[in-house]
Each structure stands twice: as structure tokens, then as C-alpha cells.
């Protein structure tokens, strides 16, 4: 993988031809002006110490470093690499509801579409921080192991919906004890599980789940998303809406109770999404008074400078053109290397 990082300074490669093309004018005139003052075959004998070809020679030193500088500046860039930064910071763990009940509309432009966005905003504000992702419905697996790579984070984040698990419910309980072993061993900094479910369908013991994370330093904070309320869940088409075996419209709700009570357990906070970003800004408050300690963290980069061998081979050429004198060197005057 190659690219450059200004790649708009390649456009200076542009000067190249006009440099030869000044060049060869500049020889042809100087052939012409030694014309006017004799034979050129007897002035040779007259000027012993003129070498043309010192001449060109220095000029293509000149030219090839010219080019060189202007690679070195575009900023050529190669390969790949990990690097290991010391970081401020803590880590934690989403638990995003994928469930049906999510595409509910009753939170604009539905329950789903608020969360991502406000996860989005959320990694925005994160720096040194870790953060991994778990999906969950009627079951929970890793959509983003730990890590402080937000782009990789926002792209992973971009592609969820509710196709990806095909087993409805909502295993809460699940989602957090798999977010409980996700966490990088031995790291003593402070750890939160974010859950952000409407709490419909509760399958198992959330509570309990909660409680066990608590007990290992884990504080898990509940957002509940949705209208205690209800609404129906869009299917497809406008004004097509999710239907039980009866034929009659599924009404899903906000649980905020067993929210309340997992938050309660996972010594967390509870805080209701709605229209407005105060469930953001209560995360984001959350994660402040949160423990910043030291933690390595392997950063990706995706390029690395190579400017470095062109610009001493640039220099050498340049040392070569200052060292090489336009006509002969008496020293040398008589290895015919130049003449």
C-alpha cells in the first residue's frame, strides 16, 4: 500500500520538462555565442580546461535532486504499522438492543437510528478512552472487540440493524455478561457497560447479571429508549406495521422499570432517551467522573513516512553538483574521465 500525503505537491513535477527545455536553450545560445567569436574546433584548444560534459553532468545532478525534493516534500508513504501509546483513559462497553422493537418510531427517526446517532456522538468525545461494541436481541455476540480505534468503532457502528441477529427477544442479561469478559485483562482502569435497550421482552436474569458486574468494579448504566407509552413497529412499507398471530398490531413499550432495576444492581445510572441529547450529555458527565489511569494501547497506523532515503539520495546529489566544478580539476587533469 503506497500512497503520499500531499499529493498536491506532485504537481511541481510539472517544472521538470520546462527545466530541460530552459537547458537545451541555454546550450544551443552558448553554442551560438561561441560561434560568433571563432571556430569552435580551434577555440577548444584555446580554452583546454572548459568540459561540456562537467557541464551536463551538473546540471543532471541538480535536475535528479529537484526531483527527488519534490517527492520528499509530496510525502511518500508506505506499508503499515502498530504502534504502542501510553494512554489516559478508561474502557467500556455498548450494548446495543438490535430487537424488532428497535425500528419503533415513537423516538425520531426510530429507536435504533436515535441510538446510533447518539453512540456517534458519543465516540466523537472519547480520546483516550477504549470502547467496544456487543449487539444483542434474543442473543449477544461482539460486533467490536475493546479497542480506542473510533473510526473502526463508527464504521461497525454505521452497519447494525436488526437482520443481524435472527433470534428475537431481548437477552439484556446476556449482552452484559458477555460485555463483562470483553474488558482487557489486569487493566486497572475504570471499567463501564453502557446498555441501551427499550427492555421489551426481558429474557433472563438482567438483574442478576448486573449485580455480578458490579461486584467485579463494572458499573453498568442503562439507557432506555422508547415511549412507556407504546407504539408500533414499522414493517417494510408506510402504514404496515408488525401484527401478532391474532391479526392484531404489536404495541411495544418502554420498560422503564427493569431498566431502572438493572441500572439499580450495576451501581449505574438510568437515564431515558428521548427527542432531546440529555441522555448524551448524562453519559457523558458518567464517563468524566470515571477513574483515568495509564493503559497501553496499540494504535494502527495506516501509513508510514519513507521520505527519509529520497531526501539523503537528494542530498548526495546535491554534495555531487557543488563538489563537481564546471571545468576540468587540474589534479585530475589527467584521468579523462570528464573530458
Request: charged share 20%; glycine share 6%; with cysteine.
Amino acid at each position: 500500500m503506497f500512497r503520499f500525503a500531499n499529493p498536491e505537491f506532485l504537481y511541481l513535477l510539472l517544472i521538470l520538462p520546462a527545466l530541460i527545455v530552459f537547458y537545451i536553450y541555454a546550450v544551443i545560445q552558448k553554442r551560438r555565442a561561441v560561434k560568433r567569436y571563432g571556430n569552435p574546433a580551434l577555440l577548444v584548444e584555446l580554452m583546454p580546461d572548459v568540459s561540456p560534459k562537467r557541464q551536463h553532468l551538473k546540471f543532471w545532478l541538480s535536475f535528479a535532486a529537484i526531483a527527488l525534493m519534490i517527492f520528499v516534500i509530496a510525502g511518500p508513504q508506505f506499508g503499515s504499522k502498530l504502534e504502542t501509546v501510553k494512554r489516559q483513559g478508561v474502557e467500556i462497553m455498548v450494548c446495543l438492543d438490535v430487537s424488532n422493537s428497535m425500528l419503533s418510531e415513537d423516538v425520531a427517526p426510530s429507536r435504533l437510528a436515535k441510538a446510533k446517532q447518539m453512540l456517534a456522538k458519543l465516540t466523537d468525545g472519547l480520546s483516550n478512552d477504549k470502547v467496544g461494541m456487543i449487539v444483542f436481541a434474543g442473543d449477544a455476540f461482539t460486533q467490536l472487540p475493546i479497542t480506542s480505534d473510533y473510526i473502526s468503532a463508527k464504521m461497525f457502528l454505521s452497519s447494525i440493524s436488526p437482520e443481524m441477529i435472527s433470534t428475537q427477544g431481548t437477552a439484556i442479561g446476556a449482552a452484559i455478561n458477555l460485555a463483562a469478559r470483553s474488558f482487557t485483562p489486569n487493566e486497572t482502569s475504570d471499567k463501564a457497560i453502557i446498555v441501551i435497550t427499550d427492555g421489551e421482552n426481558h429474557e433472563d436474569d438482567a438483574v442478576g447479571a448486573a449485580k455480578m458486574a458490579s461486584d467485579k468494579g463494572i458499573h453498568v448504566n442503562i439507557v432506555g429508549i422508547g415511549d412507556p407509552k407504546g407504539a408500533p413497529i414499522p414493517m417494510g412499507s408506510a402504514n404496515n406495521y408488525m401484527k401478532d398471530n391474532a391479526g392484531n398490531v404489536v404495541i411495544t413499550k418502554l420498560n422503564e422499570q427493569m431498566c431502572q432495576e438493572i441500572a439499580a444492581a450495576g451501581n449505574g445510572m438510568y437515564v431515558r432517551a428521548d427527542n432531546t441529547n440529555s441522555a448524551l450529555r448524562a453519559l457523558e458527565k458518567e464517563i468524566e467522573k470515571m477513574n483515568k489511569t495509564e493503559m497501553d494501547s496499540k494504535v494502527y497506523s495506516e501509513y508510514d513516512e519513507q521520505f527519509q532515503i529520497l531526501a539523503w539520495i537528494a542530498l548526495i546529489l546535491l554534495i555531487g553538483d557543488v563538489l563537481t566544478l564546471d571545468r576540468k580539476n587540474r589534479i585530475f587533469k589527467k584521468i579523462k574521465l570528464f573530458s
